[in-house]
């Protein structure tokens, strides 16, 4: 099976990306954000690898909540 294509067949890759992460370390952490609503689906995103780096890298400052969700 040739991992790039799937062996011929269509391939989703994604990624479960988070758009306020649960921890403090994380990207886009709030301390206000419930603890309960980080693996909400309001607060998840699916994403290619690439994408998911991208939003996350420097502590997701390039990408606030408000421009990944704008609907609170």
């Known amino acids: 099976m040739d991992a790039r294509t799937g062996g011929g067949f269509p391939v989703v890759v ?3 990306a988070h758009i306020r992460s649960g ?3 994380g990207p886009r952490y709030d301390p206000d954000y419930p603890s309960a609503d980080i693996d909400k689906y309001e ?3 699916l994403l290619c690898p690439t994408h998911h780096t991208l939003i996350d890298a420097h502590n997701g400052d390039a990408h606030p909540p408000t421009h990944l969700n704008p609907s609170p």
């Open 43 to 45: 607060n998840l995103m």
């Open 14 to 16: 994604g990624e479960e």
């Open 23 to 25: 921890r403090p370390d």
